[in-house]
């Protein structure tokens, strides 16, 4: 029964993939037949002082991503899962930027962001740390939503007898919230989080349309910087070195994660249930 | 038979890491699969209107019918033609003719064998000989042979000025560089800033470098650089504009936010427009811009000279830097040459010219002087004629004269220049890095 999924993502996955490492022992300028080269591309890119800097934004990007949107969808997620009124329909609303395509959201922050005409008037995109701050707003405004919605659904599955019986040993909203609500969720809180770091680490079009990469190269994280190799410079074989690392780190990376969160392991968060 | 369809697998995979950067396999054209159909791609913006007229008036003609081809016109989204026509021109649905910017934007396809030598053809075609500029053909190929036949207007980069402003604070269109910094002063004391830049998109910035290494040290700089000479990043003419650049952007010619105003999105045409900078450095389209988003300040206040001359440099103020124009080239799989060139010819036409200059685009063709009466600003297209006519050279903007893996990384010292991230010095030394 799974062979035509399997076939599916032998086609569309592997295979590009085992291309794509193929093609980074090549030079190829898209014309022609590649030109094998051994280890050219693999030498050049670990000496490239644009790998170094690309990975530290891109870690960088990552971990302050992860924070902004974690607090925020946490404390979001966990407020909708509640009984207020009105909730359904705040909820709603707020889950709207994730509908909309990140190329729209990256053209119309990049329209705000002009210091002449837009909501600041500041040289936002031309300092490193403003387009940084940038690039991570734009990233929450849109994706928020979506883990908000995974914290709503990991809090409602918290059973209320909890609740009940800490409000019973006479346990405040705070107290309940450190005490039962953050353990509890731990499990969301790794899916969501493996998620957001695989989110940030094939983060593209925000990048593209807000800064280039820049100023300079100050915010060319990896993907852009496989894309700039491959589709500006067209040295194919380079961006296939590019992409064949960044599957390996994002691979690693997330198995890391899984492993260090015990998330694999399966155990259960719940005394006795 | 075997090496072709590894390329096509290759080609797939190529596809399939383009997906990356939303750009999709091209459709089922006919290629080079034979048949009467030839693909042509174009670059698909407003003016490809007049490329789709051609076509069909091609496809009616005499000469379709005794070539036996027809074209079917094929229109890319702009900003992906340089990347989705190489997917192409790799795969077995390449393109018989396509839209080009001439020199290094053809280079690799020259080498790769993959475009018809069009010198000879030229040369005993009287319709496409005499039918172009000289300067402007010659600029469409390699190494002193054809590749191109023009088939749009002139882009030759234009200081514009706000002729309100100008007149408000009693200024004259600079003609040499003393006057262009005297004006700066003048009319930073007055609170305006004296250069709109789109700083955002970077290709403005390179156009301020372009001029200035052109007046200080003539064409004859860029022109070894074009030709793989390096080292031609090291001469002095170079470090100079760099040292000019940074005089400017420190004694806030362009004011202080520049680098987040984009162009593509009508940030620094706006800031121009409304008379918050009193000048503006950009390609001929700067017109059509305005009278698109702002005809008021387009048909009364915009005036336009050439870039000033530097006191004891070797350029020509004559000399113009832009883009010559845009080109056709021939696919050499194509299936059916002769069908390739009798279309070409007919951009060398009347009726093509005619529409080009009903569409604010000023021709590189000969007849076109004694046409531009039918312009809507016929002043300034007689301007533009001339400025390109009478220009002693006519440097093709780098980013496109230079191969793609050179283009990329130069355009990234160009921004770290502007936004202060790198010294002149370090540009130069950096520049002279990129092979």
Request: net charge positive.
């Amino acid at each position: 029964m799974a062979l035509p999924g399997i076939l599916f993502f032998v086609f569309f996955a592997v295979g590009p993939m085992v291309l794509a490492f193929y093609l980074s022992f090549t030079q190829w300028n898209g014309l022609g037949d590649p030109r094998p080269v051994g280890l050219a591309n693999w030498r050049k890119l670990l000496n490239d002082d644009r790998l170094t800097q690309s990975l530290t934004v891109t870690v960088a990007l990552t971990v302050v991503s992860w924070v902004f949107q974690t607090v925020i969808s946490l404390l979001l997620g966990v407020w909708a899962a509640g009984r207020q009124r009105n909730r359904a329909v705040l909820s709603a609303i707020f889950f709207t930027p994730f509908l909309l395509s990140s190329t729209a959201i990256s053209l119309l922050f990049y329209a705000l962001l002009d210091p002449n005409f837009g909501i600041i008037h500041a040289d936002t995109l031309g300092t490193t740390s403003g387009a940084f701050l940038a690039i991570v707003f734009v990233g929450g405004w849109q994706f928020i939503p979506f883990h908000t919605l995974i914290y709503q659904g990991g809090a409602r599955q918290i059973p209320e007898v909890l609740y009940q019986a800490a409000a019973i040993d006479g346990a405040g909203r705070l107290r309940q919230f450190f005490s039962i609500t953050l353990p509890q969720l731990r499990n969301t809180a790794t899916t969501s989080g493996v998620l957001m770091v695989v989110g940030s680490l094939t983060y593209f079009e925000t990048v593209l349309i807000l800064t280039q990469g820049g100023p300079g190269t100050d915010t060319a994280i990896l993907p852009y910087l496989m894309y700039q190799a491959g589709f500006k410079s067209y040295d194919f074989g380079y961006a296939s070195a590019v992409a064949s690392f960044l599957v390996i780190a994002a691979t690693a990376l997330s198995l890391l994660m899984v492993r260090l969160s015990g998330f694999g392991a399966m155990r259960s968060t719940r005394e006795g249930m | 038979m075997e090496s072709y369809s590894r390329r096509w697998f290759l080609g797939a995979g190529a596809t399939a890491l383009a997906s990356v950067g939303g750009l999709t396999a091209c459709g089922s054209g006919s290629g080079s699969g034979g048949g009467g159909t030839l693909t042509a791609f174009v670059y698909g913006d407003d003016a490809a209107k007049i490329q789709v007229k051609s076509v069909a008036r091609f496809n009616a003609s005499a000469a379709a019918k005794k070539a036996k081809g027809t074209v079917k016109l094929q229109k890319v989204p702009a900003t992906d033609y340089p990347a989705k026509l190489r997917t192409a021109m790799g795969s077995p649905n390449a393109p018989d003719v396509f839209f080009n910017w001439g020199g290094g934007s053809i280079k690799a396809y020259k080498d790769a064998g993959q475009l018809v030598d069009l010198t000879d053809v030229i040369a005993s075609d009287p319709v496409l000989k005499s039918g172009f500029l000289p300067s402007v053909l010659s600029a469409g190929g390699l190494d002193g042979k054809n590749y191109g036949v023009p088939m749009r207007g002139m882009q030759p980069v234009i200081l514009f000025y706000n002729k309100t402003v100008f007149a408000e604070h009693k200024l004259q269109p600079p003609t040499t560089w003393d006057q262009l910094l005297d004006i700066n002063a003048k009319l930073k004391k007055a609170g305006i800033t004296p250069f709109a830049l789109g700083g955002s998109d970077i290709w403005p910035e390179l156009m301020w470098l372009e001029y200035l290494v052109d007046r200080i040290g003539g064409p004859d700089v860029f022109d070894r650089i074009k030709n793989g000479d390096a080292s031609g990043w090291g001469d002095p003419a170079v470090l100079k504009a760099a040292q000019t650049v940074r005089e400017l952007i420190d004694d806030g010619a362009f004011g202080k936010g520049y680098s987040s105003v984009g162009y593509g999105n009508g940030g620094a045409p706006a800031v121009f427009a409304k008379g918050k900078a009193a000048m503006h450095l950009m390609g001929s389209w700067e017109y059509s811009t305005q009278l698109g988003k702002f005809p008021d300040f387009a048909k009364k206040n915009l005036g336009w000279c050439a870039f000033p001359k530097i006191e004891g440099g070797a350029g020509n103020i004559r000399n113009v830097v832009g883009n010559p124009t845009n080109y056709w080239s021939v696919n050499a799989r194509t299936s059916n040459k002769d069908a390739a060139i009798a279309f070409l010819r007919d951009s060398a036409s009347e009726a093509y010219t005619k529409e080009l200059i009903a569409n604010g685009d000023v021709p590189a063709t000969s007849n076109a002087a004694s046409l531009l009466d039918a312009s809507p600003n016929p002043e300034f297209a007689k301007f533009q004629y001339r400025m390109v006519q009478d220009a002693p050279a006519f440097t093709l903007s780098w980013d496109q004269a230079v191969a793609p893996n050179v283009s990329t990384p130069m355009l990234t010292e160009v921004n770290k220049l502007f936004v202060g991230k790198s010294s002149p010095e370090q540009f130069v030394s950096a520049l002279k890095g990129l092979k």
